[in-house]
Nanobody
């Protein structure tokens, strides 16, 4: 299963961006989808998660500003980022976990997207 993140860019503080993460592959199902970010010189941190039923959780630093959603029909997860701050500047990664199916086996997977850069200027 492959993930493709997009939507990053340069935005002024207070602005908004919407990230997308599309999944592709054959015969799979996805449970949780997640967004992480990694700022220069810092460890990767979990930003938001969303379950298959749509239950979402957020890091304290983004609560009230970011909204995660998913379109199960398109196997795509979104991250709407509002009221952006310079400290939100980072490479944002999506991740998904689920199961892939073949005629002979069901295999759990965890896949990562390639990252998309978000830069917030002050």
């Amino acid at each position: 299963v492959q993930l493709q993140a997009s939507g990053g860019g340069l935005v002024q503080a207070g602005g908004s961006l919407r990230l997308s993460c599309a999944t592709s592959g054959s015969r799979f199902s996805i449970n949780a989808m997640e967004w992480y970010r990694q700022a220069p010189g810092r460890q990767r941190e979990l930003v938001a998660t969303i379950s298959s039923s749509g239950s979402a959780n957020y890091a304290d630093s983004v609560k009230g500003r970011f909204t995660v959603s998913r379109d199960n029909a398109k196997n795509t997860v979104y991250l709407q980022m509002n009221s952006l701050k310079p400290e939100d500047t980072a490479v944002y990664y999506c991740a998904a976990e689920g199961f892939s199916y073949s005629d002979y086996a069901t295999t759990a997977f965890r896949s990562w997207g390639q990252g998309t850069l978000v830069t917030v200027s002050s």
